[in-house]
């Protein structure tokens, strides 16, 4: 007769607690606090002391201009050691390159304050409510700045910027359409022409329609519209074939694959998706045209034909 017995128990399995996951340190170069704030400071005025020191006691250097630049020099140098001996190498690289960005902007950003706050200043007497609606049609160069109005001139431009836009926009769409969608031997040819009339002068333009419409047809709005379309079109192609390049070829290829044809693919999910960036070619087509004056004195005014 045998006996059972029971297993040995076993032995109690040490388990070892894994210590709590620390949260990620994210570096983050653009957060600054105010010791950032003081090391700018710092450095701006230790850059103005140390020039101030070169430029009035050790050189016989003078100029405001090259004091400025030296300073700007010396801040940066500063500047970019103070913020790699506290926050490493990226954060300072970050920060001097936003600090050069920012320099560049003002200098941008400056003088067209100072261009239209001028103008502003200078005109502001003349602006008043019968100003849009009177014109120069009894006014000569002898009468007061105060007498007529802009009505002609806006009521101009707004007929013959809307012409333009009739004119370049579905012409550079459908050509952009045809470069970046279709392509085949006759793009390379396209593209060269187009590239060849980004930088045509805005006095060729209006000379060719000169030439071709107004010894024909005679002055007119119209024409001064087809000069500012040849303007137009190859800026809006141009921005137009890029933006469409910019949509993902899955897309088309999902569409494809349902049984669109590439008119439809095109039509139906290409434009619509490019549809933001087609109105931002347009409106970079109306800034480069609405500007210009030189073709539209040969076309609308200005050009006395024998």
Known sequence: MSIATAPPP?????????????????IRPRRSGPDDVVGLVGAAVAAFSLVWLVFEWLTPMSGGFGFWLCWYVAFLGLYATVTYQRRGRMVAVDRIWTVVLTTAALCLFVPMVFIVGYTIYKGYHALRPTFFTQDLRYTSSLNKATDGGGKHAIIGTLEQVGLATLISVPLGVATAVFLSEIGGRLARPVRLVVDTMTAIPTIVAGLFVFATVVLTLGQSGFAGALALSVLMLPTVTKTAELVLKLVPGGLREASLALGGSQWRTTKDVVLPTARSGLVTSVILGIARAIGETAPLLLTIGGAFIV
């Open 10 to 26: 076993s032995p109690p399995v040490l388990r070892l607690e894994e210590p709590p996951e620390e949260p990620e340190l994210r």
